[in-house]
């Protein structure tokens, strides 16, 4: 009898829920330490970017069209690497460059213009929103919890209505990432509070144990043949 496939680890909860961490984690550390802007998403930037424009404030829009155009770069980045890495998912590589910029943030000098940190989160976030959209049959954001909301509220409504568990579930799915997501915000207030610039040190070291996840995957077995094939094996 062939074996279920297991579901890949790119699709596991605990990758999103960790993601889910970082992202509440990077809206604190940008609003409370980096002039009270909100990073994640660009709905803000876009706004502010426009007003600016308008009022003839060309510097100040410059640096929100620096964090807008960072945004898309790293849409951009995310579609290209499953074309640059065919032979397996990039989240692996994804999560090491994020850990890698993390620590680097850690050291930007304290002198240094905050866009230089709203420019790198901005990519990141992109970065990791693109490349982390499922679990489990869930269609998930790890850097902003609008959509995730709404999908919640959508499933429990057919919970109810429908008298099913399949929809409970996925509820429940969203639920759990919205609650890794406050849970990272108010532990990046503390730790912004606490270690100042430093902190994102510790959303490096939240990251580490899942790319060990990522890359010690047990090694792949081999696919099971259909019964009529085996059939055939057995004959020879």
Not at 41 to 56: D, E
Not at 172 to 199: D, E, M, P, R, S
Request: aromatic share 14%; net charge positive.
């Amino acid at each position: 009898m062939p074996r279920t496939p297991k579901p890949e680890r790119e699709n596991s909860l605990y990758l999103f829920l960790t993601f889910a961490l970082v992202g509440g984690f990077l809206e604190a550390y940008t609003f409370l330490l980096h002039g009270g802007v909100f990073c994640n998403a660009q709905t803000g930037n876009l706004v502010l970017f426009f007003l600016n424009l308008t009022q003839g404030n060309w510097a100040d829009a410059s640096h929100y069209l620096y964090s807008l155009l960072a945004y898309v770069a790293g849409i951009l980045v995310s579609l290209a690497l499953p074309l640059l890495f065919r032979r397996r998912a990039p989240h692996a590589l994804v999560t090491a460059f994020e850990m890698a910029a993390f620590i680097a943030l850690a050291f930007i000098p304290a002198a240094a213009p905050d866009w230089y940190t709203y420019v790198s989160v901005s990519f990141l976030c992109a970065l990791q929103y693109n490349t982390l959209t499922e679990c489990r049959g869930a269609k998930l954001a790890t850097t902003f919890c609008t959509n995730n909301l709404r999908q919640m509220t959508i499933h429990l409504f057919d919970a109810a209505k429908n008298r099913s568990a399949a929809p409970l579930r996925k509820a429940g799915i969203y639920a759990a990432v919205i609650l890794a997501f406050a849970a990272g915000a108010v532990g990046g207030a503390f730790a912004a509070q606490f270690f100042g610039n430093y902190c994102t040190l510790l959303a490096a070291a939240l990251l580490l144990p899942s790319l060990l996840f990522l890359l010690l995957r047990p090694a792949a077995h081999v696919r099971a043949q259909p019964p009529a094939a085996q059939g055939d094996e057995a004959k020879k």
